[in-house]
């Protein structure tokens, strides 16, 4: 597998511009990838959303913080859609904005989307571009003033799975500082997972092994960084159960965590907005980056 990230004069140029960019677009790789035959970006705009539902280039969409820190906090953010499309508006560049109010600096993943592709490129995508994201962030933590101990992975729906899948990497150098997880799809059990995601991630060819390897629940261990899960009691589309077994394992392995379930709030509901109390989970998200002395 070939993981050559943009040359490092792109990111040099951005920095000693004088004109302050809301947001940096930047490239993962700079070279052909194995899985990748004939991809275009097909991106819809719908009841004022912005969808992706097929990814030419993987990238890194940077958001910078007002935070003049040289040594302040990041989040890769990774938007929802059941690996078939990535849902930017409601759950990356809302987020991003939102992280930036904290003096956190957000990273936006627009990932490879396994619905698109066949075989073992299934698996490989989404993962290999998220690694290569938080690998990135981190080698140039100096250009981008962040603190490579501070780097946090935020993830919705399948963005959850995608994750926890990174703080479970067994590349212990890949893996985030910390995680926070909303609404994830976490079990790979066909009783219990969001069909979606199973059937994109694995098409009809899902054997037991790779059940079981795509379980982030069996995937916990003592490296796993502390999480915070926050999912609703009548989600339908990833049932609460999702949270709870990761929840445990965390437990299990003496991983610090914190859950919170809501009465309400659905599924897909992004900051929350309008959705009932679960509007209240970015002020216990904040509390706990508090706690945990990521953010002041």
């Not at 101990?149 to 946090?152: Q, T």
């Given at each position: 597998?070939?993981?050559?990230?943009?040359?490092?004069v792109?990111i040099f140029l951005?920095?000693?511009?004088?004109?302050?960019?809301?947001?940096?677009?930047?490239?993962?790789?700079?070279?052909a990838?194995?899985c990748?035959?004939n991809k275009?970006?097909?991106i819809?705009e719908?009841?004022?959303?912005?969808?992706?539902?097929e990814?030419?280039?993987?990238?890194?969409?940077?958001?910078p913080?007002?935070n003049k820190e040289?040594?302040k906090?990041?989040?890769?953010?990774?938007?929802?859609g059941?690996y078939?499309?990535l849902s930017i508006?409601n759950e990356?560049?809302?987020?991003?904005?939102?992280?930036?109010?904290l003096?956190?600096?957000?990273f936006?993943?627009k990932?490879r989307?396994?619905?698109?592709?066949?075989g073992?490129?299934?698996?490989r995508v989404?993962i290999?571009?998220?690694?290569?994201?938080?690998?990135f962030?981190?080698?140039?933590s100096?250009?981008?003033?962040?603190?490579p101990?501070?780097?946090?992975v935020m993830?919705?729906?399948?963005?959850?799975?995608?994750a926890?899948?990174?703080s479970n990497?067994?590349?212990?150098d890949?893996?985030p500082?910390?995680s926070?997880?909303l609404?994830?799809?976490?079990t790979?059990?066909p009783?219990?997972?969001n069909?979606?995601?199973?059937?994109?991630?694995f098409g009809e060819?899902?054997?037991?092994?790779?059940?079981?390897?795509?379980?982030n629940e069996l995937?916990?261990?003592?490296?796993t960084?502390?999480?915070i899960?926050?999912?609703?009691?009548n989600?339908?589309?990833?049932?609460?159960?999702?949270?709870?077994?990761?929840?445990?394992?965390?437990?299990?392995?003496?991983?610090?965590t914190?859950l919170?379930?809501?009465?309400d709030?659905?599924?897909?509901y992004?900051?929350?907005?309008?959705?009932?109390?679960i509007?209240?989970?970015?002020?216990?998200v904040?509390e706990w980056?508090?706690?945990?002395n990521?953010?002041?």
């Open positions: 597998m070939r993981r050559t990230y943009v040359i490092p792109f951005f920095f000693i511009s004088d004109i302050i960019f809301a947001q940096q677009i930047i490239p993962l790789y700079n070279s990838l194995d990748d035959f275009k970006d097909r819809i719908e009841g004022g959303s912005t969808y992706i539902y990814i030419k280039s993987p990238e890194i969409w940077y958001y913080s007002e040289s040594n906090p990041a989040v890769l953010v990774i938007p929802g059941g078939t499309y508006t990356g560049i809302s987020i991003a904005k939102w992280l930036n109010s003096g956190i600096d957000a936006m993943l990932h989307l396994p619905n698109n592709y066949s073992s490129c299934k698996q989404a290999e571009d998220g690694q290569a994201a938080i690998n962030i981190r080698d140039n100096t250009k981008f003033k962040i603190n101990n501070k780097l946090g993830g919705f729906s399948a963005g959850g799975h995608l926890s899948s990174l990497l067994k590349i212990n890949s893996r500082n910390f926070v997880l609404y994830p799809v976490i790979m059990n009783k219990e997972t069909s979606w995601t199973f059937s994109s991630l060819s899902a054997t037991e092994e790779m059940i079981l390897r795509f379980s995937n916990v261990d003592r490296n960084p502390p999480t899960i926050i999912h609703s009691d989600d339908e589309a990833v049932i609460p159960e999702n949270s709870i077994r990761y929840y445990m394992a965390l437990r299990k392995n003496n991983i610090p914190a919170h379930i809501w009465e709030g659905g599924h897909g992004g900051l929350g907005k309008g959705r009932g109390s509007e209240s989970w970015p002020i216990i904040e980056m508090k706690n945990r990521i953010i002041d």
